[in-house]
């Protein structure tokens, strides 16, 4: 999907007072009302939306788009697990070029390679997709959205390919507002014959030059907009108010001032085309009047909550600003591939991977501090915490059998920026052509007097890597692992500052300005360094303040520290986030500290945070102007050819790493915290479980539960692969089919996994009807023993996820080893007095039996007779199959008992296989005739009066729980 960046990753959290939430009751909140048995989804966050119009640079923060990303949906989707776009509203394209969509190019979105790769027609299906006021979505809507979204500076990035001269500078879209995309002759073999024909469109795309991320991002990628509600003056289907429904919806009219029309409408010959600003037979669109106080344009237009519509799995419930809530409601018109009014279905393939949420609404809070909202995780107030837990929180949720940690590397990054307009850290005579970088040398001495490891080790306690470049080390086919970065180094940093002074003594005998020959030089007076046109006075370096994210403000008083040691006379100035934004928004900073949210794999991003033409008006907040940067990203997005592309990338990244617009301080370790006892079935993507599958996936648990064993050999030779199975059963030993596995390698640079379709340290996949996931592990090649871990995580349904870890030893190539595999015959979880069964194979380096190895079984607490294992000891073929049994109920000293299997291997001359393997040992109860729960082993009373004594002690027993539960009370 499209993978527009965030800005910030800014995040905080408000204390609601009179809000009481528990997941799956009655939910009263503000004026958020009462809802009966519906499922909320409660959220605390670092911040509240800013606004509810999706359009302007304000809505680009996290917080804004978190909640309006639920309500807006896009013309495309990709699946989950492998990021495979697949049909949703877009149906795929004409892949032959021979002017039929053929049957077999349904979900196709490649043009094959003999045919033009400018030239594209898409095929797309808008019956069943409707507006959340119940309004059916048109191919109108989709010329209406790809105008709108082309007139916005922020979001245009991928639709300049389709402008004159490809949006680049000479272009007139401004003026003619012409996009190459235009309706065709739709021949659609096999077309489908439900719904209304008329809403089967073939749309044709013309590229003015090839654009590597067509399909993702131009094709399937832009927001579908409701015309109805943003051109002309705009109405809406009101079906939330009394006596309105779906058949007879109440029409609000005149939701604001004319904007005028983006699109010529039907019938006119040219409909669907943007209509140019010289148009005299209709109003041409007013997408930004800022010069005037009126709100008369749409990037301007201030919603209610009523006008927020969109097509997305959750329409907009309400936003209070004093409170800071923000409530979004399930969407029961969301497209699944059904048509909700009529219960037709339209596309059964669509049908198959996306359905409606089962959550009824998301409710968001804010806090005040990171401390307030985990508090508030803990007490079960909030059912998420939406922010990076802090490392010191960690060891305290993990013990809460109630909250699951999520920890994933992030792909975002959080970085120093410099206003690039401003001599001191940028250019003289910017954007002319006689621009001259003076504050080259000046940014690269600040890079010396950044002690990145010290963030990563003190602020992040570990949980992270420093950064080089704005691409994650994670990232290996993009990422350019020869940059190495700038040393902590205060004379280096003093040298920097020395060669920055000779550069503007040249530029004073250069056309520059005669005082630029004190540049970067010491004033006697004060010892403060004189910077062109600051002198010596203060300047601030903005960020978050502590309460917002303490690692970028400790990290922001250090680096203000370290500079004014040498004479830098800078202020750290920690601010709230919006403050700062608005500053970035304006131009008006010298340098700051935030953070960008990125989603995907590739770098495109760079085109939009570096890119010159971006620097006005779009997301090149800093004003970086490079012409061979420019020239490379350019590149980048033309160049079909990947492995040519990742050069480019690279070739990108030396020069930012050289130029240093923004200087990356690290990449975090996203670690996230959900109450597993509320909701099951999240789905990590790009370092987080807060994404569009998640939330249309949890759901609360069941008393079901997931058993999981990892098949994997105990060890494993350097380069060598091996098949590692996973399996899956429910609490009945049935085995699960289509379970969510996600599997991971630690460290990193371990090895691989191989699923088929991808190759990572990382991978995901889906159980077979057997219940089982196979892959394969490609071990990385080292002197010494590497020992690693396999940690598998299984989501399924409203099952309580499960998670196991294996460990396995990676030898040296030539080493004589003996490797364990356990095979599980039954599931990892036995009641009391029952056995599971177990497979046992010992094998040679080369994966041949050793049938002959002595093998050895142990557990890790000693059990009595007849609990235990069963053979204890015996050769590789006496111990193939061995058996535990657990002990009765009334010896169990929990009512969930961990115990743990260990298989030892040996052979001599051979380094030993060690393989362990966890289980869970259950206690079973039966309930009395006097209400008492006894294990099931024992037996219930006879029925009969109490003696007299008993009678009494229990009354003292009463009175006693109730005095504790008081002072509990008290002292909670």
């Known amino acids: 999907m499209k993978a527009t960046p965030a800005l910030g990753t800014m995040c905080l959290a408000v204390v609601l007072v009179g809000l009481f939430v528990v997941s799956g009751f009655p939910v009263k909140a503000a004026d958020v009302g009462t809802r ?366 109630n909250i699951r940690i999520w920890s994933r590397p992030e792909p975002g990054f959080f970085y120093l920026a410099y206003n690039m307009r401003r001599p001191a850290f940028g250019m003289w005579n910017y954007n002319q052509i006689d621009q001259f970088d003076t504050g080259l040398h000046f940014r690269r001495a600040i890079a010396h007097l950044i002690d990145k490891p010290k963030i990563v080790k003190d602020f992040l306690q570990g ?27 205060v004379a280096q940093a003093l040298a920097e500052m020395d060669l920055a002074h000779a550069d503007a003594v040249w530029l004073a005998g250069h056309g520059g300005p005669a005082e630029a020959a004190t540049w970067y030089t010491k004033d006697p007076g004060t010892q403060k360094y004189i910077l062109p046109g600051i002198g010596t006075l203060e300047f601030f370096l903005w960020c978050p303040n502590a309460d917002y994210d303490p690692v970028r403000a400790n990290s922001c008083t250090m680096i203000a520290n370290e500079m004014n040691k040498i004479g830098i006379n800078v202020k750290a100035k920690p601010s709230a986030f919006s403050a700062i934004t608005s500053l970035i928004n304006a131009h008006d900073f010298d340098m700051y500290i935030l953070g960008w949210r990125i989603g995907g794999n590739d770098p495109d991003y760079f085109y939009s945070f570096f890119h010159s033409s971006n620097a006005q008006s779009g997301q090149n907040y800093g004003g970086f102007n490079d012409p061979l940067l420019d020239s490379i990203l350019e590149q980048t997005r033309m160049e079909l050819d990947e492995n040519k592309r990742v050069q480019m990338f690279q070739w990108a990244e030396g020069i930012l790493a050289e130029k240093l617009p923004y200087d990356v301080l690290y990449f975090r370790t996203n670690i996230e915290a959900q109450r597993q006892d509320r909701f099951v079935g999240w789905m990590p993507s790009s370092g987080t479980i807060w994404n569009y599958w998640s939330l249309l996936n949890i759901k609360p648990p069941s008393n079901k539960r997931l058993s999981l064993g990892i098949e994997a050999p105990s060890a494993i030779a350097s380069g060598d692969r091996k098949s590692i199975a996973v399996n899956v059963k429910d609490q009945n030993g049935n085995p699960v089919e289509n379970a969510n596995v996600t599997l991971e390698l630690t460290p990193n640079y371990a090895g691989n996994f191989d699923n088929g379709t991808a190759t990572n340290y990382i991978v995901t996949g889906k159980t077979s009807i057997a219940g089982k996931m196979t892959v394969s592990l490609v071990a990385n090649t080292f002197a010494d023993i590497l020992n690693a871990t396999i940690t598998a995580t299984v989501t399924y349904w409203d099952f309580p996820d499960a998670g196991r870890s294996s460990l396995v030893a990676i030898y040296p190539v030539g080493a004589d080893f003996l490797a364990v595999t356990i095979s599980l015959l039954d599931t990892d979880v036995v009641n009391a007095g029952d056995s599971l069964h177990f497979q046992i194979k010992v094998t040679d380096p080369l994966g041949f039996p050793k049938l002959d190895a002595t093998v050895n079984a142990s557990l890790d607490q000693s059990l009595d007779s007849p609990a235990g294992v069963s053979p204890v000891t015996g050769t590789a073929t006496e111990m193939s199959e061995i058996t535990f049994t657990a002990p009765v109920a009334s010896l169990l000293p929990l009512d969930e008992t961990q115990i743990s299997l260990t298989i030892d291997a040996t052979y001599p001359g051979f380094y030993n296989g060690t393989a362990t393997l966890g289980m869970v040992m259950v206690k079973l109860y039966q309930t009395c005739w006097n209400g008492n729960r006894i294990p099931n082993d024992q037996t219930c009373p006879a029925r009969g009066l109490p003696a007299l004594e008993i009678t009494i002690t229990i009354g003292v027993i009463s009175m006693i729980a109730v005095v504790y539960a008081v002072v509990r009370k008290r002292k909670a």
């Open 36 to 401: 009966a048995d519906q499922i909320i989804l409660v959220v605390g966050g670092q911040d509240k939306m800013k606004t509810r119009n999706p359009l302007p640079a304000l809505a680009n923060d996290v917080w804004t788009s978190d909640v309006l990303g639920r309500v807006y949906d896009s013309i495309g989707q990709a699946k989950p697990d492998t990021d495979e776009l697949v049909p949703y509203i877009v149906k795929g394209v004409d892949a032959d070029q021979n002017g039929v969509f053929d049957a077999d190019e349904y979900g196709k979105f490649a043009k094959e390679t003999s045919t033009s790769a400018l030239d594209i027609t898409a095929y797309y299906d808008f019956n069943g997709v409707y507006f959340h006021d119940g309004v059916q979505a048109t191919p109108g809507d989709l010329f209406f959205s790809y105008q709108l979204q082309a007139m916005n500076p922020r979001s245009n990035i991928d639709l300049r390919v389709l402008m004159d001269n490809a949006g680049k500078s000479g272009s007139n879209y401004t003026t003619t507002r012409w996009l190459f995309m235009t309706l065709t002759t739709k021949n659609w073999q096999n077309e489908p014959t439900v719904g209304d024909a008329s809403l089967r469109i073939a749309v044709r795309f013309q590229l003015q030059e090839p654009f590597a991320n067509f399909y993702r991002s131009t094709l399937t990628g832009y927001t579908l907009f409701p015309r109805h509600v943003w051109e002309d003056r705009g109405f809406r289907d009101d079906i939330k108010s009394t006596d309105c429904t779906l058949i007879a919806p109440c029409r609000v009219d005149n939701l604001h001032e004319d904007f005028g029309k983006a699109i010529y409408p039907e019938p006119n010959p040219r409909f669907g085309q943007g209509i140019p600003t010289t148009e005299t037979s209709y109003k041409p669109y007013v997408y930004l009047k800022s010069d005037t106080p009126a709100i008369d344009s749409a990037e301007e237009w201030q919603l209610t909550d009523g006008d927020v519509i969109g097509t997305g799995p959750f329409r907009f419930e309400s936003f209070d600003e004093t409170q800071s809530v923000s409530l979004v409601m399930k969407n029961t018109l969301f497209f699944t591939g059904k048509d909700e009014k009529t219960g037709t279905m339209i596309d059964p393939f669509v049908a198959e991977y996306i359905h409606q949420p089962y959550i009824d609404g998301i409710l968001t809070n804010v806090y005040a501090s990171g401390v307030l909202g985990i508090l508030a995780l803990q007490s079960g107030a909030i059912d998420y915490y939406h922010w990076s837990v802090a490392p010191e929180y960690v060891p305290d949720l993990i013990n809460n059998p």
């Open 463 to 489: 949980y992270g890597v420093p950064g080089v470049v704005p691409l994650s080390p994670q990232n290996v086919r993009f990422y350019n692992a020869s940059l190495t970065g700038y040393d902590f180094s």
